[in-house]
């Protein structure tokens, strides 16, 4: 355990590494960073002062090397738009999302698992039509468009929550619910389609062989096996919600992450930029690892002694 | 006789419904249960012994539907208890062992979680007394240590403990009845020998009378009271066991009998009595004897339905010429045979040439396991140091259990696998398989046929196809020479011309590995790996395999390396054994030295353990060796 | 076998024997497509809106560029105020909706498709290779996978497009070369399992070369499930076209794109919600009908193994 521990973490820092690269790179790919630093109006000289003051007139794996060893030590800069620091700022927007991206998470397990169930228990019936409707719209339905429905139906129509905002509690309801609809049918097929994995299993003939009742054959035996690889999924896919948390952030206003990078992309504030990318993919690979954690907690066939 | 009876079954009918129609996998049968009764269901797959089984526990697949004049089980007609009231019968009076021990337990909780939900499900017992029966079970089952063993975890043990865990998990609340599916078929043979032995025992002792379903005569002869064949969703015959292997009267129970070899009854080398055709398709009507169509005793009366014929007080036969089926004269082997004329000595030919084809010399692969970057590895020796010579036209038989590394040696020799040490010759000279030329050199001389005839062919390729492109990668021929040759060798193997543009979906597994013996035999190679080739077949399409391999061998003059753990059909087949173990070899000879006088103890534990289709014989007692199977 | 003047009758005795001589394949598929409801629901709507798109210089009413700046928030033709001229009514700038709409199901096409193909083509080529040869290769390709997934595809997407501009071109690019995450997965897996297969080693034995085996005898196992794939990542692409317009990175006005119309609409929707409902209906029509697609060929597909 401990060694393939260790060697998912070497792994992990070589993807970091990557992506750190990536991020750099292309961000110095936009053209000359200090004349978009100085403004339209500067002149020559200001131009050469601020790449002299920034260090962009050092060689590019320099400046690499540079950003990343402050990286490492969670210093990212300074912001070009805000004049601040950039880990001051990520900081202080972080929770924002962090909040809306585990309410939403939860929302959608909520939903989708005993759907997902109760669609594979009841194979074929009324539940399974009704779950496989709702998850075939999730799917289809934009994210940026369903939010924008929904405030129209609840924030306009019935005035039942605020339009926009980070005020209170309700200004995360919406978000929450266009967020976690669109993780919602995944993870429900997941469940639906391991549960009639899991029924075709020969344990579960054994289980009800044994004249066991109805729901303990469903929950005891097959639940307790689809749900591993759905655990596996739900980490993975809160990873993806910071990432589709910027659509939600920008139509809601939620000061977030999300929001935060998208003004800096619109601003070419690239310090800001750089750090969220390479925070978002620790996120992304942190949660992959407590996925592969989970499941092998859950699944005996993985644990240590297995 | 009803009124002793456990079990009585009238006119029991399923019917499943498929994307092609109904299929009639069950179509009226009858049959009654004695108490303490042990009745076998013999048959080959899709006939519906396992559906029968399932219909009786009331736990067929959504698609299927059972209807019955009557399913008495204890007096009750299982038809009109509810939902509620049959889960009381299941797992509490009936209770069922399956077929596959790997898969059948739940691999996320504790063998005596799993042992003692049984009993709290249908009694009163508290946690503590479940134990306590479990662990008294697990001990009478032959698990050592039972106690520590109910905190493990089904992954922890090997596939024969973990059948001897189902049978522990049958008995927990003391049923009237256990069924029994297939439950060896997935284990080896000295393995299979012991739970056989302990489930008749056990049913002995507790007085439980058990439907044992299986395809295989001999576990039949030695295990049975009663026996019913089936054949395509009917009972054909039931008799008790002496009266069926000694009287058989329905031809098909006669072709089955006559259609495995069996050691010391059967000619070696001479061609077995196979059943001709397959087993109809069950989707639609029927008209008159399912049989018929591959009855060498068909007339033309077969043409309607017979009756279940009265021969004895319990020897039932349905067909019309019962009573002249048992003594009327053997019939010919079957024509995949004929091309070849058989003489008596057929067994090592009397040829001075001893210049071996293939030779083995010190053959070792070490697997390295656990190649982390932090951890220490450690190896597994499968194939330690093999050396083995195969005579020019003969057949070497390579017997041994799962595990033993006769499947890594067949991969080797093939180029599948780089061995770790040691070296391959054929015909003296020796190949290297690691360079593309003498891989290429070795595939046009030796060539494997697998055991999966599902999984060895590509799906996506036409029969035609699947021959073909041999001779493509060979760059042999021109497109109308290959399109002769391969017309030629698939007529050879028995593939009628309408099949060859056929995609393997849409053939049968006999057709499937007559095919891939095909595909073998294009090239022209000297030589060929058979690995395990009939094990996924049925015993009538076996013998049809069989009689052509030994066909082919004969007029060929091709050199077979046989790999198989059937030691039946190894008897059969070829003319020196070689007995595998742990990755060595334990002892090799002369088939007959092997077969009459085994030298080394686990030649004779092997031995021992063939079932022979013998009633009265009794299952032997295998001294197993508990520790090996952790 | 004629030994007592008996014969074996050829005829089967059951009416239907029909286990070895089924009709061929692709008329059991054609059959089952036409059962799968939701499959032909999803065809139907699919057709009508490709239709639509082809045939957009034909049959839209307008110019869909013609500003007419008097005629501007023209509501639809079920509104009070609507018209015939304008069916569904006109933008901001008074261009016609419909004909916007017609040309914008182009766009959405077109970058779905495209894209998808760049992206099939990378994603099918590492996973063969990940799940075929395995080892060291397959670690290196699984390495990529991961920086991919780290990265949000939004993100991404946004920065890049920052930096390079919005255009059809670009998106298609981006989308091309970062959607194929799916496809490696999917075909890594499946050759894994195919990679166990007796005929790949029967085919190892007869000599073929690895790149023999992976071109020919495994990929064409792989065109099933890799279909229902591309469908369901031509929605995806779809989606993502939409979302990055709708950000104001995809696709520039004054093409038109559904994505970009909701997001020209957005100012107005309080007192026209109209003008974002109606693109937005039609994105959820065309997705949901490729998913259905997909769903179905998935189903079909998957009846399609042994008897």
Redesign the interface.
């Known amino acids: 355990m401990l060694n393939f521990l260790l060697q998912r973490l070497s792994v992990a820092v070589a993807v970091l590494f990557t992506v750190a690269l990536i991020a750099f790179s292309l961000l110095h790919l936009s053209g000359d960073l200090a004349a978009a630093i100085a403004g339209p109006e500067a002149t020559v000289e200001t131009i050469e002062h601020v790449r002299h003051q920034y260090g962009l007139d050092r060689p590019m794996p320099t400046q690499f090397f540079q950003w990343l060893g402050s990286a490492v030590r969670l210093d990212f800069g300074r912001s070009f738009y805000f004049e601040s620091s950039v880990r001051e700022l990520v900081w202080q927007r972080m929770p924002i999302t962090l909040i809306l991206g585990v309410v939403s998470l939860l929302l959608a397990l909520i939903v989708a698992i005993p759907l997902g169930v109760l669609a594979a228990v009841f194979r074929d019936g009324v539940i399974d039509r009704f779950s496989m409707f709702i998850s075939v719209i999730g799917q289809a339905m934009p994210n940026f468009w369903f939010a924008l429905v929904l405030i129209l139906v609840f924030a306009v129509e019935l005035k039942w929550l605020p339009v926009a905002g980070n005020a209170s509690w309700k200004n995360f309801v919406l978000p929450s619910i266009a967020l976690s609809y669109h993780a919602m049918p995944a993870l429900m097929r997941l469940t639906r389609s391991g549960m009639l994995d899991v029924f075709s299993a020969d344990y579960i003939r054994t289980a009800r062989a044994k004249g066991l009742p109805g729901f303990t054959v469903v929950v005891k035996h097959a639940l307790r096996n689809a749900i591993i690889p759905v655990v596996a999924l739900a980490a993975v896919e809160l990873g993806f919600m910071l990432g589709g948390s910027i659509v939600i952030e920008a139509i809601f206003s939620l000061q977030g992450l999300g929001q935060l990078a998208w003004d800096s992309i619109a601003r070419n504030d690239f310090p800001v930029v750089q750090a969220i990318v390479l925070i978002i993919a620790v996120f992304y690979i942190a949660l992959s690892l407590l996925g592969d954690a989970l499941s092998a907690l859950l699944d005996p066939r993985l644990r240590k002694n297995g | 006789m009803s009124d002793d009876a456990l079990l009585e079954v009238r006119n029991l009918r399923v019917d499943l419904q498929t ?3 109904t299929l009639h996998a069950v179509r009226g049968i009858d049959f009654s249960l004695r108490h303490g009764e042990m009745l076998c269901l013999v048959g080959e797959s899709g006939c519906g012994k396992s559906i029968t089984s399932l219909a009786l ?1 009331d ?1 067929l697949p ?1 698609n299927a539907t059972r209807c019955a004049d009557a399913l008495r089980f204890k007096g009750v007609d299982l038809q009109t208890l509810g ?1 509620r009231a049959m ?6 009076q009936m ?2 062992i ?1 077929q ?1 021990p790997m ?7 504790t063998l005596g979680n799993q042992l003692c ?2 009993l709290r ?2 009694t009163d017992a508290t946690w503590a007394q479940a134990r306590d029966r479990a662990v008294w079970l697990l001990e009478k089952v032959g698990i050592p240590s039972a106690s520590e063993r109910l905190n493990q ?1 089904p ?2 043990l090997s596939g024969g403990l973990r059948q001897r865990v ?1 049978i522990a ?1 049958a008995l927990m609340c003391g049923p009237d009845l256990i069924i029994a599916d297939e439950p060896t078929t997935a284990l080896d043979v000295t393995i299979q020998a012991q739970i056989l032995h302990l489930l008749r025992d056990l049913q002995r002792e507790f007085r439980t009378a058990v439907i044992f379903i299986t395809h295989d005569l001999g576990v039949v002869a030695r295990i049975a009271d009663r026996v019913a064949v089936m054949y395509a969703g009917e009972i054909v015959e039931t008799a008790p066991v002496r009266e069926l292997f000694e009287r058989p009267e329905h031809p098909y129970t006669r072709g089955l009998l006559e259609c495995i070899p069996v050691p010391g009854k059967t000619a070696p080398g001479q061609p077995l009595q196979a059943i ?3 087993v ?20 033309e009366d ?2 309607k339905a017979p009756p279940l014929a009265a021969l004895g007080p319990e020897h039932g036969v349905r067909c019309v010429r019962a009573g002249h089926i048992s003594n ?2 053997p ?2 082997p079957d ?1 995949s045979a004929k091309s070849a004329e058989f003489t008596p000595a057929s067994r090592l030919p009397a040829k001075a040439e001893d210049e071996p084809a293939l030779e083995l010399i010190s053959l070792t692969k070490v697997f390295r396991l ?1 190649r ?4 220490p590895p450690w190896e597994i020796r499968a194939v330690d140091e093999v050396s083995l010579r195969v005579k020019r036209g003969t057949s070497l038989g390579l017997v041994g259990e799962s595990g033993c590394g006769k499947t890594t040696l067949a ?1 080797m020799l ?3 696998m780089p061995p770790t040490a040691g070296s391959i010759l054929i015909e003296g000279k020796k190949i290297d398989t690691t360079d ?1 030329a003498g ?2 050199a070795l ?2 001389r030796m ?2 046929i ?3 005839p ?7 390729r036409t029969v035609f196809d699947l021959v073909e ?2 001779l493509r ?2 760059k042999v021929g021109t497109p109308e020479s290959r399109k002769r040759d391969v017309g030629e060798m698939l007529d050879r193997v028995g593939m009628p011309a309408r099949t060859h543009h056929q ?1 393997p ?4 597994g006999g ?1 499937r590995q007559r095919v ?1 013996i095909a ?2 035999l294009i ?1 022209r190679p000297k030589i060929l790996i058979c690995d395990e080739p009939t094990s996924a077949l049925d015993v009538s399409v076996q013998a049809q395999i069989l009689n052509l391999l030994l066909t082919l061998k004969k007029d060929l003059g091709l050199t077979y390396l046989f790999i198989s753990h059937n030691l039946s059909v190894v008897e059969h087949i070829v003319d020196e054994v070689a007995v595998m173990r742990g990755g060595v070899i334990v002892e090799r000879g002369d088939c007959a030295q092997i077969f009459h006088a085994p030298r080394h103890p686990y030649t004779r534990t092997l031995l021992a353990s063939i079932l022979t289709p013998e009633p009265g014989l009794g299952v032997p007692d295998i001294a197993g060796d508990q520790r090996t199977e952790d | 076998m004629d030994s007592d003047g008996l014969h074996i009758p050829e005829v089967s005795p059951f009416e239907s024997e029909r286990l070895f001589d089924q009709p061929p394949a692709w008329r059991r598929l054609i059959t089952r497509v036409l059962r799968h409801r939701g499959m032909m629901i999803g065809l139907a709507i699919l057709g009508i809106i490709v239709l639509a798109a082809i045939l957009a210089p034909v049959i839209s009413p307008h110019d869909p560029y013609a500003q007419e700046l008097s005629r501007r928030l023209t509501p639809p033709i079920w509104h009070e105020n609507g018209g015939w001229t304008y069916i569904l009514g006109t933008d901001k700038l008074g261009q016609d909706y419909l004909s916007r709409l017609l040309f914008g199901a182009r766009v959405s096409l077109v970058i779905g498709v495209v894209s998808i193909m760049i992206s099939g083509t990378i994603g099918v080529a590492l996973g063969v290779l990940a799940g075929y040869l395995g080892g060291r290769v397959d670690a290196v390709i699984n390495y990529f996978l991961t920086v991919r997934l780290s990265m949000p595809v939004i993100l991404v997407a946004l920065a890049s497009a920052s930096v390079l501009g919005g255009s059809v071109k670009v998106v298609i690019l981006l989308l091309g070369f970062l959607l194929w995450d799916r496809f490696l997965i999917v075909s890594r897996a499946v050759t894994r399992q195919l990679r166990e297969a007796e005929f790949i080693a029967a085919a190892r034995s007869l000599g073929a070369s690895p790149l023999f085996i992976m071109l020919r005898e495994i990929l064409p196992n792989l065109l099933g499930p890799l279909m229902v794939v591309a469908t369901l990542e031509i929605a995806h692409a779809i989606l993502l076209e939409a979302t990055l317009s709708f950000l104001g990175l995809g696709v520039q006005p004054p093409m038109p794109s559904w994505g970009l119309m909701v997001a020209e609409g957005k100012a107005y929707m309080f007192f026209q919600p109209w003008i974002i409902l109606i693109p937005g209906v039609m994105l959820v029509l065309l997705v949901l009908a490729i998913n259905l697609v997909g769903d179905g060929l998935r189903d079909v597909t998957a009846l399609d193994g042994r008897n």
Do not use: I
């Open positions: 994307s092609h129609g526990m736990l959504r939902e889960r009381d019968v299941r797992g509490k209770a069922m399956f596959e898969t059948s337990l739940n691999p996320s909780w939900e049984t499900a249908h975890y992954h922890q189902m998990m001709p055709g397959v109809p398709n069950l989707v639609g009507t029927l008209l008159g004897c399912a049989f018929r169509n591959r009855c060498a005793y068909a007339v077969c043409r009327a004269p019939l010919q024509e656990g982390g970057l932090f951890r991969r093939l180029g599948l593309s891989h290429r595939t046009s060539q494997p697998f055991q999966d599902y999984s060895s062919l590509n799906p996506r492109v041999a990668l060979h995609y979906g849409q053939l049968s057709q891939a595909r073998a090239l």
